[in-house]
């Protein structure tokens, strides 16, 4: 595992070019400086982005029946977070980061400028939104099945509490408006 920079995100994203169509969104569940190897890209609570391989095309344990061809990011957060039955949550400790949530929307602009990913929901989604469609994740709360959540509130530039998913691709659509083509 290694920090990067833009430059060699950049390229590594451009080797992998043509060959990733979906990007999942994660948390670790784990604590700030803490990596693991399921994801190709890790961002510390301070905004710091790991790579946990060069080549993005490797196919990583991330999210259930979607690896192949995907890119998985995870934010470094979140452990001992909880959801309840009533749809209530805590994040515990190490709630996802200002930092956290900026970097991985600059991020996602990048990738998708460079892959030319449309930053919509059938492309880029948190793993809680995978979970849903694939009856795992928050809409199963107090059932057998429910077992992922990855994101699936965060606040927004309100302070308010929305969709997680919804979050972070307005947050990228914006900085991607900006992008020197």
Not at 65 to 71: P, Q, V
Request: charged share 25%; aromatic share 12%.
């Amino acid at each position: 595992m290694q920090e990067i920079n833009k430059q060699e995100l950049l390229e590594m994203a451009q080797r992998a070019r043509g060959q990733i169509d979906h990007i999942y969104l994660h948390w670790t569940a784990g604590r700030y400086q803490q990596l693991f190897s399921d994801y190709h890209l890790l961002i510390r609570g301070n905004g710091a982005l790991v790579a946990s391989t060069p080549d993005f095309t490797d196919v990583l344990a991330h999210t259930w029946n979607r690896n192949t061809g995907s890119l998985g990011i995870a934010l470094c957060c979140a452990k001992d977070a909880v959801m309840y039955t009533d749809g209530t949550f805590e994040l515990g400790d190490y709630p996802p980061t200002a930092l956290q949530v900026e970097s991985c929307s600059i991020l996602l602009a990048t990738l998708s400028k460079c892959w030319k990913l449309p930053l919509e929901p059938a492309k880029v989604m948190t793993h809680a939104e995978a979970a849903d469609l694939d009856g795992y994740g928050p809409s199963m709360a107090g059932t057998p099945a429910f077992e992922r959540w990855d994101l699936w509130k965060l606040k927004d530039y309100d302070g308010k509490w929305k969709n997680g998913g919804d979050v972070l691709r307005g947050k990228a659509l914006y900085y991607r408006h900006f992008m020197r083509e």
